[in-house]
């Protein structure tokens, strides 16, 4: 069974700082990553995918890598803002039969506050 | 991506009621799906929302209680049925627009709170 961990739980940061969050899944062998973020009470935003043949995806200040065969990806914020604050979301889903399952396995999430 | 609007975005109800949520696309999409979000947990699949046929529910979630309908591709309903205070949740409508790549879409969720 799929399991997806991310680390820190809560993340605290003053704003101008560069920081990681760290996505972990137990089975390799999965046919994307998708970041995403949520707002409170709200829906989800996608931010990267990474398909399994990538390595990494960039949008703006975001960078998202993924090591596939020890299990782990890592998003990458750049000069953070306080409007980064949110919560962020890490999943994976598999493939079946050629056709996307489209099940996603997420993790619980790193709240992050960037303060001015 | 896709524009996925659902309604309502919030409703308190009661107890032994059932309320149905509505997912509507601005484009065809090959997939649909419905996840809930517990207060203060992740996203879990609830099933898959097949076009012309019965939904396919995951372990744990079955059809009489959450009844879901997907009359052509752009469209959706979830209900959820004899509601207990269990069924706080946000629910949400997610889209895989078939590019192939398996990107999901979410829609802004409907967040139900059971008295």
């Known amino acids: 069974k799929q399991e997806v961990t991310q680390i820190p739980a809560a993340l605290s940061v003053p704003e101008g700082e560069n920081l990681v969050l760290n996505c972990s899944f137990t089975?390799?062998?999965?046919?994307?990553l998708q970041w995403f973020r949520q707002d409170p009470g709200k829906g989800l935003t996608s931010l990267l995918l990474?398909?399994?043949?990538?390595r990494e995806q960039t949008s703006g200040r975001l960078n998202a890598s993924l090591d596939k065969s020890s299990g782990r990806s890592t998003l990458y914020i750049a000069a953070s803002q306080p409007g980064d604050s949110a919560t962020y979301l890490c999943a994976v889903i598999v493939m079946a039969g050629g056709t996307s399952y489209g099940k996603l396995t997420f993790g619980q999430g790193t709240i992050l506050t960037v303060h001015p | 991506s896709a524009v996925i609007s659902q309604k309502p975005s919030r409703d308190i109800c009661q107890r032994g009621t059932s309320l149905t949520i509505q997912c509507q696309v601005d484009?065809?999409?090959?997939?649909m799906f419905w996840y809930r979000q517990q207060p203060g947990q992740s996203l879990t699949l609830i099933a898959t929302?097949?076009?012309?046929?019965?939904?396919?529910?995951e372990s744990g979630f079955v059809i009489d209680k959450f009844p879901i309908s997907r009359p052509n591709l752009t469209f959706s309903t979830l209900t959820v049925s004899n509601m207990s205070p269990e069924d706080s949740s946000i629910y949400l409508c997610s889209v895989e627009t078939g590019l192939n790549t398996g990107e999901l879409f979410f829609g802004e969720g409907s967040r139900l709170t059971v008295l």
């Open positions: 484009s065809q999409v090959t997939m």
């Open positions: 929302a097949n076009q012309g046929s019965e939904a396919t529910y």
């Open positions: 990474i398909q399994s043949s990538q």
């Open positions: 089975d390799s062998a999965i046919y994307n």
